[in-house]
């Protein structure tokens, strides 16, 4: 048999060898797992181990090979570690101190250094387990998540490290990690220990991918509660008080918190007010020493009191526009007070803010009130994905409030359109001496201008035009008491259009709202003697076309609109018309109709083709004004309703 | 219409933007009122960015208005031009409204009883 086979067999290391085969059943097992960081990791140490160990049983004398494996498992341990926490990051001094101790250690049976150089590598890796050994005892269930299994495990890893390299230390004069018991008793042992380790975590990686897929589901599942409970809500009724409490409690349930709370910005005074508490949620900041005592004070002086953005985690979260997550209160100086006093304990508190757009508009936030259950990693993301979609339905929630806003003005507007059909009158008096032509069209379904003809006694006419402001049914209601007064009062004796005028406004001001104003011309005619009578409202001016000398005149009086106040007393003006004169009333989305390069119609135009069709009877001229109108407009969409009434004398 | 809220010491500047009509205005209504609630006293209303105002605009305005005036409070109105010039003259409403030319000299008016 060949001395090679003779010495592997003979070797000392029969022990490592099964403990390395060990670990090649692990790797196995490893290799049929799907791949995870934390498992890749895993994977890369048992290679090492497995190689240094193989090499070393081929070459055992060359003691680089377990310093070698020490570094590797160190490397990779700190990898692994890094993955749960952010302390677990590899140290800068590693490569500093492994390198050179590395080379040291090839080096010395070539440049036959003394056998205490062989101190080196026990020393360094020892230290630097010591060092690693603190990263593992600083992890705590606050800091880190699922440290429960690194708990269980860290002693046995680290008695394995420092028992196999502190043996070698003191063995360094015989032999160190090549020394017959290290090499048959400590380096199997630790190998096994490196393997209970590895599938002790392992399992932990697997728990937690479970956990993490169960609380995905679980996430999902509440979403889809509060999707189901928003649906209900609008459903019912849009009312956003109830879709913050159905937030509030669906976050609530979902984190099992002790208390929830929505607190919305204030727009214009940058502070937050608290609009939805559920369960038992103290503030959380500090309070004045006399609110503190008592539990009902406390409440109504959180309920009561608006939060600055400047100040507070609250106004902290809605200005950074950053969720805070406080695991617990007692390692937050922001917290200190709630950490303290009983009538204000926290012990952990999530916030996450609202947004809209980009926009801040409140705050979401839950806490815990029982020191042992502290919100973790899990409850964070979930409050996170909650405000998201919190966020998402209020967004869409405003919008549809809109649309159902405008729908609802445009259902409104059908049903005015209707009344106001029925104002305006359906058929134009026939007198002698005078004839008449009248044009209405609204601009979107509903007028807000009424025009009226009135026989007020034998030989006397009364023409009116009113453009009221707003439309839809309050400005049908105007327009119909406007009507009414003016139908009951004209007929009076001794009434003039100013009068009439008075009577009008002093009937509207103050019974209906200050923005449903109008604009009110009155005319009356007397048909022997010619006159003309005029009073306005803040309308247009009356327009005179003056058929003697074709020249145009207009008339006017102060006076400001109807229904501001009761007071106003509007005066008139006469004139006396002459035959074939033309008397023009009309609205302003006449002359201001405005063709698709927005320039406007104009007085001008109007009286262009006044003057050009002037011997035309009313009628006709109506339709040539409407005509010459409409064809300086083209396609372009009016948004004023035109009116416009004509009389004229006849001759 | 885009309404925008800023703070001049104690005087609160509300620019609108964009254009006055039947579909908008109550929006400025329902700001200076919910501003009143709050206890706001001095107000401008900036209209520097408004080149269209139709009745419904004005009939806004008129309500803020008188609202405050009965409230003993004050209201400035400022930078009105173009065809919103033109609409509050043909209104007859120019001496009814308090008018500054520019933002600066509205509150300078506030400022000084």
């Known amino acids: 048999m060949p001395d090679f086979i003779l010495y592997v067999i003979n070797n000392s290391l029969w022990a490592k060898g099964l403990a390395a085969l060990v670990l090649l059943v692990y790797l196995q097992r490893l290799a049929t797992k799907p791949d995870v960081p934390v498992l890749s990791q895993f994977r890369s140490m048992a290679f090492v181990l497995l190689l240094t160990d193989l090499a070393l049983l081929f070459l055992p004398t060359y003691s680089v090979f377990p310093i070698l494996q020490g570094f590797g498992l160190l490397f990779f341990y700190h990898r692994v570690l890094a993955v749960y926490s952010a302390d677990g990051k590899l140290p800068a001094w590693f490569w500093v101190l492994s390198v050179p101790v590395l080379v040291v250690t090839v080096l010395t049976p070539i440049l036959g250094w003394p056998w205490f150089v062989g101190f080196l590598g026990p020393v360094v890796l020892l230290g630097m387990w010591f060092a690693f050994s603190q990263?593992?005892?600083?992890?705590?269930?606050?800091?880190?998540?699922?440290?429960?299994?690194?708990?269980?495990?860290?002693?046995?890893?680290?008695?394995?490290?420092?028992?196999?390299?502190?043996?070698?230390?003191?063995?360094?004069?015989?032999?160190?990690?090549?020394?017959?018991?290290?090499?048959?008793?400590?380096?199997?042992?630790?190998?096994?220990?490196?393997?209970w380790t590895l599938s002790f975590w392992e399992r932990f990686a697997d728990a937690q991918k479970n956990r993490h897929l169960t609380t995905l589901e679980k996430n999902l599942g509440s979403l889809f509660e509060?999707?189901?409970?928003?649906?209900?809500?609008?459903?019912?009724?849009?009312?956003?008080?109830?879709?913050?409490?159905?937030?509030?409690?669906?976050?609530?349930?979902?984190?099992?918190?002790?208390?929830?709370?929505?607190?919305?910005l204030d727009e214009f005074e940058d502070v937050l007010r608290v609009k939805a508490v559920e369960g038992d949620f103290p503030p959380p900041y500090q309070v004045p020493p006399k609110v503190k005592l008592k539990i009902a004070s406390l409440t109504e002086y959180f309920q009561s009191t608006p939060i600055p953005l400047d100040k507070t985690i609250v106004g902290e979260c809605a200005m950074t526009r950053k969720s805070i997550f406080i695991h617990d209160t007692r390692d937050d100086a922001r917290m200190s007070q709630n950490a303290q006093l009983d009538q204000i304990y926290i012990a952990s508190i999530i916030l996450t803010p609202l947004l809209q757009g980009n926009k801040v508009f409140g705050v979401?936030?839950?806490?815990?009130?029982?020191?042992?259950?502290?919100?973790?990693?899990?409850?964070?993301?979930?409050?996170?994905?909650?405000?998201?979609?919190?966020?998402?339905?209020?967004?869409?929630?405003?919008?549809?409030?809109?649309?159902?806003?405008?729908?609802?003005?445009?259902?409104?507007?059908?049903?005015?359109?209707?009344?106001?059909?029925?104002?305006?009158?359906?058929?134009?008096?026939?007198?002698?001496?005078?004839?008449?032509?009248?044009?209405?069209?609204?601009?979107?379904?509903?007028?807000?201008?009424?025009?009226?003809v009135i026989n007020i006694r034998r030989g006397q006419i009364l023409l009116a035009v009113c453009d009221v402001a707003g439309k839809g049914i309050p400005a049908s209601l105007v327009m119909v008491m406007i009507r009414t007064i003016i139908h009951l009062v004209a007929h009076q004796p001794g009434m003039t259009v100013g009068r009439i005028l008075d009577v009008v406004n002093w009937g509207i001001a103050g019974k209906v709202s200050l923005d449903r104003f109008a604009t009110l011309a009155l005319l009356s005619?007397?048909?022997?003697?010619?006159?003309?009578?005029?009073?306005?409202?803040?309308?247009?001016?009356?327009?005179?076309?003056?058929?003697?000398?074709?020249?145009?005149?207009?008339?006017?009086?102060?006076?400001?609109?109807?229904?501001?106040?009761?007071?106003?007393?509007?005066?008139?003006?006469?004139?006396?018309?002459?035959?074939?004169?033309?008397?023009?009333l009309y609205t302003d989305g006449i002359i201001e109709a405005m063709n698709d390069q927005g320039s406007q119609y104009t007085l001008e135009a109007l009286q262009k083709v006044i003057l050009a069709h002037h011997e035309f009877p009313p009628e006709k001229l109506k339709r040539a004004i409407i005509e010459d109108m409409n064809g300086f407009v083209g396609k372009a969409k009016q948004h004023d309703d035109q009116t416009f009434l004509l009389m004229k004398v006849d001759g | 219409m885009d309404l925008k809220i800023r703070k001049h010491a104690e005087t609160y500047i509300i620019d609108v933007n964009g254009e006055m009509d039947l579909y908008n205005s109550y929006k400025l209504k329902e700001l200076v009122m919910k501003m009143l609630e709050k206890k706001v006293e001095q107000f401008v209303i900036n209209m520097e960015n408004v080149d269209y105002i139709d009745s419904s605009g004005i009939g806004a305005l008129i309500y803020i208005c008188s609202t405050i005036k009965k409230m003993n409070l004050k209201l400035i109105i400022s930078n009105i031009h173009g065809s919103v010039k033109k609409v509050i003259e043909l209104t007859k409403l120019m001496g009814y409204f308090p008018i500054a030319g520019t933002v600066e000299e509205a509150i300078q008016k506030i400022a000084t009883p």
């Open chain 1, 135 to 195: 990263k593992l005892y600083a992890i705590s269930e606050f800091n880190t998540e699922g440290a429960g299994v690194i708990q269980a495990s860290r002693r046995n890893l680290i008695q394995g490290m420092i028992l196999l390299h502190g043996t070698a230390l003191i063995l360094v004069p015989w032999g160190g990690y090549l020394n017959p018991f290290v090499q048959m008793v400590l380096f199997p042992l630790v190998d096994l220990v490196h393997t």
């Open chain 1, 226 to 264: 509060f999707m189901v409970a928003i649906g209900n809500a609008i459903s019912e009724k849009l009312e956003m008080d109830k879709v913050m409490d159905f937030v509030v409690k669906s976050a609530v349930k979902a984190t099992n918190a002790d208390g929830g709370a929505i607190f919305l």
């Open chain 1, 364 to 452: 979401l936030a839950v806490v815990s009130r029982r020191g042992n259950y502290l919100f973790n990693a899990d409850h964070y993301s979930q409050i996170q994905t909650f405000a998201d979609y919190t966020s998402l339905t209020i967004n869409s929630l405003f919008t549809y409030l809109e649309l159902l806003e405008k729908q609802e003005m445009e259902r409104e507007v059908g049903i005015a359109a209707e009344i106001q059909g029925q104002l305006l009158p359906s058929k134009l008096p026939q007198v002698s001496s005078i004839s008449l032509a009248a044009y209405s069209l609204p601009a979107k379904g509903v007028s807000g201008d009424y025009y009226d």
């Open chain 1, 525 to 584: 005619y007397d048909f022997a003697s010619k006159r003309l009578e005029y009073s306005n409202a803040a309308h247009h001016p009356l327009l005179i076309f003056r058929a003697a000398d074709k020249s145009f005149e207009t008339l006017d009086t102060e006076g400001i609109p109807i229904g501001l106040e009761k007071k106003t007393k509007y005066n008139q003006i006469n004139t006396v018309l002459q035959p074939a004169d033309i008397v023009v």
